[in-house]
């Protein structure tokens, strides 16, 4: 599985990282464990994941966090993930 993270503010990107995950675990398992990397790579708090975030995950593989999503204050407009391989 590959999961792309991509950062953003006034539309512009700002970072992005992809994650791979080969392992044998759960879908779910994986992207948490992606959240987890990416978080720590780019020096954040981790995201809460809302019922919409969650939602719009389902629908789309695809999903962004914004500074609701967040305990403390961001830098930017919102982390978008992105599942583009599994």
Same mark, same amino acid.
């Given at each position: 599985? @590959?999961? #792309?993270?991509?950062?953003?503010?006034? &539309?512009?990107?700002? @970072?992005?990282? !992809?994650?791979? %995950?080969?392992?044998?675990?759960? @879908?779910?398992?994986?992207?948490? =464990?992606?959240?987890?990397? !990416?978080?720590? $790579?780019?020096?954040?708090?981790?995201?809460? #994941?809302? %019922?919409?975030? !969650?939602?719009?995950?389902? @629908? =789309? %593989?695809?999903?962004?966090?914004?500074?609701? &999503?967040?305990v403390e204050q961001i %830098?930017?407009?919102?982390? $978008?993930? =992105? !599942?583009?391989?599994?």
């Amino acid at each position: 599985m @590959r999961i #792309w993270f991509k950062m953003f503010k006034d &539309n512009h990107l700002l @970072r992005d990282t !992809v994650i791979e %995950d080969g392992s044998e675990d759960t @879908r779910t398992h994986k992207i948490f =464990h992606a959240l987890e990397q !990416v978080c720590y $790579e780019f020096d954040l708090s981790k995201p809460i #994941w809302l %019922d919409a975030t !969650v939602a719009e995950f389902k @629908r =789309h %593989d695809k999903a962004r966090f914004y500074q609701d &999503n967040f305990v403390e204050q961001i %830098d930017f407009d919102f982390l $978008e993930i =992105h !599942v583009i391989e599994e």
